[in-house]
Every structure is written in structure tokens, then in C-alpha cells.
């Protein structure tokens, strides 16, 4: 029997020799063999490599559905009875986003969502001398949105209470001052090309009001205020440009914090434990000083233009999309209920504290939740795990559209940022970002396309 995973090699080891190795099958079946499976694209294929012969397969978020209208994933209301599913339920956690129609398809194996990384040594210092460089960002804000910063502006000491034009604020303090000897931006996310880029600015879009139908036709002021945003902290020197000029993913920020060239980023949980390191799993850092590593909730969304007096034209919200990865039990399962129980196992109790504590997964268990404070004695992943909460709390249901045309149109945006951020085709000139401008960038060269790949999608 076989279980089909995609994991990093010392989580990958992990499981299978301190998780699944402690599973008791019975006698007779023989043992689980742990397989990964080629790509996240190639699941259901994979999946009829070994009819009948699959327990469990661990599917991302955005696959999840497609996999379930292809009726490849049994229900666990086909097999549990309604206590027992009243049991699940009461167990873990935000258990509803692995439910459709009222039918309980996945388990979860972790929550994932993108939360404020930043040093907080370098937000005090830029909290203690932001009111000496007010006039010049206000000088600079003017020329772009007309007004400059928004009426009565301060920058708020707790970084849990910023929005879009704090993260500015403080960028622009940082690339006016030396450090390590030299004045560069010290702001970036990743700028590879790739979904985790892709869905940062997805995210954003959210952010700024956007629903599904925005999101997925790439039409709507908080889709363009998202673009708005990245085209001027480009042009005033707030974004680090090695995140685009080398491909930054994860790794290359982690790189960053360590070497002085990022100070803000906006990271997964697992980016928090390698960025601080726990000493094991080769997680050893990237910080001089981890306990400078401080972690809040997403800054607020808002739209970059003002009104006359000052005052934000569109408000939007701290939401971004919830990711992770569920467990699945394919449809041709040898024993559904064994696998359940196996499913079980991998998200007992002890092993949420092991796993979570070791390699950055939120915790999927209520219990855990209710007892972070005793269950993990760092104080840093406690606050990891807090601030994620909130953030799931944030986010509400929102996760990346159920589509099957989905991955071309999060490349659309890949595309659109390329060419309107990092070439600075943001206006006629490349200097100061023109919102009109931008609109008609998406409305002709990729709101065509994304509707396009939404009418094929929803034909399929």
C-alpha cells in the first residue's frame, strides 16, 4: 500500500520514519510504501499508476477540486457515520474549506497563509526618525497621487495596525539610510517567476476589495490598485529589484534577511523557521540575532488614490487567500476506513506537536490550538502560530478560485507584473506610475486573455 506525498527531503524523512513507520496495519497487509508523486500538476495521473494501492495522497489547496469533480476522491460521508463525522469535525480546525455541498471530501495536513516578517530592530529605529523624513515622502507622494500622504497620517508603533502606505513609509526610510555601507531598498517579496509570486499578487488584489469574478477576469479597481501599488513602490525605490533581477523565491529572501538586504517581507510559516532556525531539520537561521525576527498579521489593503481632502478612496481589508494541503483518500482506496485511521494517526495529537514544532505547519487540531501556550516552549513559534491564527481569521474562506483554467490566469499576472512593474511600463514616460494607464495596460493586453481562460475553465 502507498501513500503519495510531495515534501521536503528532511520533512519527507521525518514522516516516514517518525509518523508513518508507527502505524499499525493489520496483519497481513504488508507495509506502506511512502512515494512522491512527479508534479502538482500530474496528481490524478500519478494516482492511476497504482490502482487500488493508494491509502492517502496529500493534495495542495488549489488542486483539491479538480481532483473531486474528476471523481477521483472519496467523500467521508460515504463511510463515516454522523457521529463519527461530528467527531472530525469537532477535532481540526477550519475543516470547512475541505468541504463542498455539504459533503467532507479532505482531511487537513496544514493551513498555510502569508504573514509580516520583518527585523524588529529596524521598524523601532524607523518608528524613532520617520517624522524627519514626513516632508520629503510627502513631497514625493504628491507627485504621484497629487496630495501626498493621507490626511492626519501617523505611522502606528505596532506593526499589526499598518496598511499599504506604512509599509511606504518605512520603506522609504530604509532606502535613505546607510546601511552595511550602502543605502538600497530593503523591501521585497518573491519575484520569481512562479506561484508563489503569482499569489502574493493575488493576495494584494484581495486585499483591495477584489472577489473571484475580479480576480479571475483581472477587471476592477482593487485589481488595478494592486498593480498600482507595485508600480510605485518600484519607482520610488522602496522594492529591493534582486527579487526580480534573481529570482527570488523563498530561499533568496532568507538570503536577504542574512545578508542585510531585506528588512520586510511577507512569508509563510515555514519561511518564519528557516528564516529564525530551530537548531535541527537543517533549519539553523538566517539572522545574527534571531530574536530580531518579528512576525504580524498583513497590512491593510487600501487603494493608493485619495479624495481632495486626504482621505482613502477605497478601504479594503487584511484578507488574503488560506493555502496548505489536504489529505485525500483516492476513490479506488483499497479500505477508505484504514485509510482514515492512517489519516488520523499523521494528525494525532503528539505528531501535530512534534511536526508543527519541528518544520513551521500550523497546527490543524483544536486541542492544539487551545494549548499552544504549554505545547511549544519557544516563545517565537507561539507567536508565529498566534499571528497565523489571526490571519486565518482574517482571511475567512477566502482561498485561491476553484478553476480549471486557474494556473494560466495566476500566469497572466506573473506576465502583467513583469511587464508593468518590473519594466516599468506603468506610464507614457516609465517615471511616475499613471493609474489610467496601468488600467489600460490590463483591460487590453490581459483582461482579454484571463476572460478567455475563465469561459474555457468553467465549459470544462
Avoid at 139 to 158: A, C, T, V, W
Avoid at 352 to 372: A, L, N, T
Avoid at 394 to 410: L, M, R
Avoid at 427 to 435: A, L, V
Wanted: net charge positive; glycine share 8%; with cysteine.
Amino acid at each position: 500500500m502507498k501513500v503519495l506525498i510531495k515534501m521536503m527531503d528532511n520533512q519527507k524523512e521525518y514522516f516516514k520514519d517518525d509518523v508513518v513507520s508507527f502505524f499499525k496495519l493489520p496483519e497481513g497487509t504488508g507495509e506502506i510504501e511512502i512515494l512522491d508523486y512527479t508534479s502538482m500538476d500530474s496528481i490524478d495521473f500519478d494516482l492511476e499508476k497504482y490502482p487500488g494501492k493508494v491509502l492517502l495522497v496529500k493534495i495542495p489547496f488549489e488542486k483539491g477540486w479538480s481532483l473531486v469533480k474528476k471523481g477521483k476522491i472519496v467523500p467521508l460521508n460515504s463511510f463515516l457515520s454522523g457521529a463519527e463525522l461530528q467527531e472530525f469535525y469537532n477535532t481540526y480546525l477550519f475543516n470547512f474549506l475541505g468541504r463542498q455541498y455539504n459533503t467532507q471530501y479532505f482531511m487537513p495536513r496544514k493551513y498555510e497563509t502569508r504573514i509580516m516578517v520583518y527585523l524588529k530592530s529596524k521598524v523601532r529605529e524607523a518608528i524613532g526618525v520617520w517624522k524627519v523624513y514626513r516632508d520629503s515622502i510627502d513631497r514625493h507622494l504628491k507627485k504621484i497621487n497629487g496630495f501626498g500622504l493621507p490626511q492626519s497620517y501617523m505611522l502606528e508603533n505596532d506593526p499589526n495596525f499598518w496598511d499599504y502606505y506604512d509599509i511606504f513609509v518605512v520603506g522609504w526610510i530604509w532606502s535613505h539610510r546607510e546601511y552595511n555601507g550602502a543605502v538600497s531598498p530593503r523591501i521585497a517579496h518573491r519575484g520569481k517567476r512562479y506561484l508563489g509570486t503569482s499569489h502574493r499578487l493575488i493576495d494584494r488584489a484581495y486585499q483591495c476589495g477584489s472577489d473571484n469574478a475580479g480576480v479571475l477576469s483581472m477587471q476592477g479597481d482593487p485589481v488595478i490598485d494592486a498593480f498600482l501599488w507595485e508600480a510605485v513602490y518600484h519607482a520610488s525605490g522602496i522594492y529591493n529589484p534582486k527579487m526580480w533581477e534573481n529570482k527570488w523565491s523563498g530561499s533568496g529572501i532568507w538570503q536577504g534577511f542574512l545578508e542585510g538586504e531585506v528588512f520586510l517581507s511577507f512569508m509563510t510559516q515555514l519561511d518564519c523557521f528557516f528564516i529564525h532556525g530551530t537548531g535541527s531539520d537543517s533549519l539553523l537561521g538566517f539572522l545574527e540575532k534571531p530574536e530580531d525576527m518579528g512576525v504580524a498579521t498583513m497590512p491593510g489593503g487600501c487603494s493608493f488614490e485619495l479624495s481632495d481632502s486626504g482621505t482613502l478612496l477605497r478601504k479594503g481589508t487584511k484578507m488574503i487567500t488560506t493555502g496548505g494541503w489536504w489529505w485525500g483518500i483516492p476513490a479506488d482506496a483499497p479500505d477508505p476506513r484504514l485509510s482514515y485511521n492512517l489519516a488520523r494517526h499523521i494528525t494525532s495529537k503528539y505528531n501535530q506537536i512534534q511536526g508543527c514544532g519541528r518544520f513551521g505547519m500550523i497546527p490543524v487540531r483544536k486541542d492544539v490550538r487551545e494549548e499552544m501556550d504549554s505545547l511549544f516552549e519557544k516563545k517565537w513559534i507561539q507567536e508565529v502560530f498566534d499571528v497565523s491564527y489571526r490571519q486565518l481569521v482574517y482571511n475567512k474562506s477566502t482561498v485561491v478560485p476553484s478553476h480549471a483554467q486557474f494556473n494560466k490566469i495566476s500566469n497572466l499576472y506573473l506576465d502583467a507584473w513583469f511587464d508593468i512593474v518590473v519594466n516599468r511600463n506603468w506610464s507614457g514616460n516609465k517615471k511616475i506610475p499613471d493609474r489610467f494607464y496601468i488600467k489600460q495596460i490590463l483591460d487590453i493586453k490581459y483582461s482579454p486573455l484571463a476572460k478567455r481562460f475563465n469561459r474555457k475553465g468553467i465549459r470544462e
